[in-house]
């Protein structure tokens, strides 16, 4: 009986001082980025997934979106200093505010704002090495249509 209130007390003291991202001990589990991991330039390759064929405006396949972002301690993305570009062209745009990554899982949902006065919505999961996988799509289909209300399959890498 003493061994089990031994061994009891000893995992309890441990998980008391648990603080990684994973649930027992650092070990298995869902995990989760830190602000430090979200925030910075992110590089994300879209693939169209509308089939047959995406309406006319539709980005290539392969073609890339550039993202800046700073997140806040909770999560929330800062909608005044973070940005997007659809290189080549070098107009920067906003990131509309609502946008946000939940650190503890590391979902991620970004509206991407467009000059026509709609947006696209970059969704899915950041990792903390630096990597994404996601969708982007048209958050309200039929309105304000950007890059021809095609949705995107996508994968990221941070970049700096």
């Given at each position: ?32 980025v830190s602000q430090a991991d979200a925030t910075g330039n992110w590089s994300f390759t879209l693939h ?27 999560g929330t993305v800062a909608s005044a200093t973070s940005s997007w570009q659809n290189p080549p062209t070098t107009a920067v ?68």
């Amino acid at each position: 009986m003493r061994h089990i209130v031994l061994c009891l007390t000893l995992l309890a003291s441990v998980a008391g001082c648990e603080n990684s991202t994973d649930p027992f001990i650092g070990f298995g589990g869902g995990g989760g980025v830190s602000q430090a991991d979200a925030t910075g330039n992110w590089s994300f390759t879209l693939h169209p997934s509308t089939p047959p064929a995406c309406a006319s405006g539709s980005l290539a396949d392969r073609q890339l979106l550039t993202v800046h972002l700073d997140v806040l301690p909770d999560g929330t993305v800062a909608s005044a200093t973070s940005s997007w570009q659809n290189p080549p062209t070098t107009a920067v745009r906003p990131i509309s505010a609502g946008s946000f990554v939940t650190l503890s899982s590391g979902f991620t949902d970004l509206f991407l704002a467009a000059s026509t006065g709609g947006e696209m919505e970059l969704r899915g999961t950041m990792t903390s090495g630096g990597s994404f996988s996601g969708t982007v799509s048209d958050p309200n289909p039929g309105k304000f249509p950007v890059f021809g209300a095609c949705t995107y399959t996508t994968t990221g890498t941070k970049t700096g």
